[in-house]
Nanobody
Framework: QVQLVESGGGLVQAGGSLRLSCAAS????????MAWYRQAPGKQRDLVAG???????NYADSVKGRFTISRDNAKNTVYLQMNSLKPEDTAVYYC???????????????WGKGALVTVSS
């Protein structure tokens, strides 16, 4: 019913920038919170940044001042602008959204399949 598709990952040198996008499609009535998580090899999946429908944001300490999360409610899309990238930012990045499907009671989390970001030193 709902699909999330990430784009924008790739290989970048340390100090460089990338912008991730995640677009939701399907029978969507509304989307509440949106977020980006990341998972490095052999590690757990951690929250990178989150944004409410009203635009309030929160960030992991490790990315504050370097990453910016934003959203376009009309396009059902969330973005992650990543600047001053470091090798330790290398991970698969997943978008997550709390979606209420048209005609359904309540909502639930949906996840994208992930976008690989590799930062070389």
């Amino acid at each position: 019913q709902v699909q999330l598709v990430e784009s924008g990952g790739g290989l970048v040198q340390a100090g460089g920038s990338l912008r991730l996008s995640c677009a939701a499609s399907g029978t969507i009535f509304s989307i509440n919170a949106m977020a980006w998580y990341r998972q490095a090899p052999g590690k757990q999946r951690d929250l990178v940044a989150g944004i409410t429908r009203g635009g309030s944001t929160n960030y992991a300490d490790s990315v504050k001042g370097r990453f910016t999360i934003s959203r376009d409610n009309a396009k059902n899309t969330v973005y992650l602008q990543m600047n001053s990238l470091k090798p330790e930012d290398t991970a698969v990045y997943y978008c997550q959204m709390w979606v209420q499907v048209t005609g359904a009671w309540g909502g639930r989390d949906y996840w994208g399949k992930g976008a690989l970001v590799t930062v070389s030193s």
